[in-house]
């Protein structure tokens, strides 16, 4: 099993081998999960550290249940966004940190690259739980496993991913993850919600959802990132429903066993219909929760594993 990283940043780095190795492991914690005693040792002994700079309902969850159910000590901190002033004090955090021996540092921050940073600083390994516009590695993990699980594969698929890119990036890292996987990606959204240099990300891209939709295996909704927006992206949230929200009428333009993804959280009537996304025959969307705990296991047992690999640095 190989997996040569100390970190986990982005989906960038890694390989289409270690996707697959991480992805078989989070199968077996998928099992593990679904039995009434559901603990491993592979973290026992060992402290994760989550520290969350922006508000996070599932993803914080799943990160401490999934260091809990292997046996790590797991401590949430969570850090107003307001009292951050950039570099300085990101470095004073990563001090503090050090001088806390943690093993595992689970980071979420609104500025991109503000992770990469603090990995630089820290002497343990980092997770990326998010940050800014840039990554969201484990997400695009988690969606990857429900795809794999549903479709049988995770290659040759036409995926549409649809709504804001431009902010998301929960959309940046599934378009790497999935391009890496050799499937077809679609990017729909109106002009205004996509980022610049799209173009060198290898995507198809529309500004109509029924063209989008057309074949796909997978149509995958984002949230529209508000608080990312400084105004002026979409005409009114009504008429942003009519022409780009997934409903029952442009489902219809994907392949009959299309399966319907959203990360979390939902505005229904948004983005997607309300009993579009509870259809448990169309959406996978309480999969995407159950497999985000499997993924998380499954990424933090083999950063571990190398940690543990790794002689102890002994501090005088
Ligand atoms: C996403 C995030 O925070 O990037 N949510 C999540 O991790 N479940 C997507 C979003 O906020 O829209």
């Given at each position: 099993m190989r997996f040569d990283h100390r970190h986990l940043l982005g989906i960038d780095p890694l390989r289409p081998d270690e996707i697959v190795t991480l992805l078989d492991l989070a199968d077996r914690y998928v099992a593990l999960g679904r039995?009434?005693?559901?603990?491993?040792?592979?973290?026992?002994g060992l402290t994760q550290v989550n520290m969350f700079f922006e508000n996070s309902t599932r993803t914080q969850a799943s990160f401490e249940l999934a260091g809990k159910r292997l046996g790590a000590d797991v401590m949430s901190m969570s850090m107003q966004a307001s009292s951050i002033k950039k570099g300085e004090t990101l470095i004073d955090t990563a001090m503090t940190l050090n001088a806390m021996h943690p093993d595992l540092l689970v980071v979420r921050h609104p500025q991109s690259g503000a992770v990469d940073l603090l990995a630089q600083k820290v002497r343990c390994a980092v997770i990326n739980a998010g940050d800014g516009r840039h990554e969201h590695p484990t997400q695009a993990l988690l969606d990857a496993l429900t795809i794999r699980r549903a479709k049988g594969r995770l290659h040759r698929l036409t995926v549409a991913i649809c709504g804001d890119i431009a902010h998301s990036r929960v959309a940046r890292s599934n378009i790497l993850l999935l391009h890496r996987m050799e499937n077809r990606v679609r990017l729909v959204a109106p002009p205004t919600l996509l980022p610049a240099?799209?173009?060198?990300?290898g995507v198809e891209v529309t500004h109509d959802m029924r063209e989008g939709l057309k074949d796909a295996d997978v149509v995958m909704m984002l949230r529209l990132q508000k608080e990312r927006m400084d105004g002026g992206?979409?005409?009114s949230e009504r008429e942003y429903y009519h022409r780009y929200g997934l409903d029952a009428e442009k489902l219809?333009?994907?392949?009959?066993d299309a399966i319907v993804m959203h990360p979390g959280p939902m505005n229904r009537g948004v983005e997607i219909d309300g009993t579009l996304a509870d259809d448990i025959n169309r959406s996978v969307i309480q999969e995407q929760v159950e497999m985000g705990v499997a993924v998380r296991m499954a990424a933090m047992d083999l950063l571990a594993r190398n940690l543990r690999a790794r002689p102890t640095e002994v501090i005088t």
């Open positions: 039995q009434r005693e559901k603990h491993a040792t592979s973290l026992a240099g799209i173009d060198g990300f992206f979409i005409p219809a333009h994907a392949k009959e």
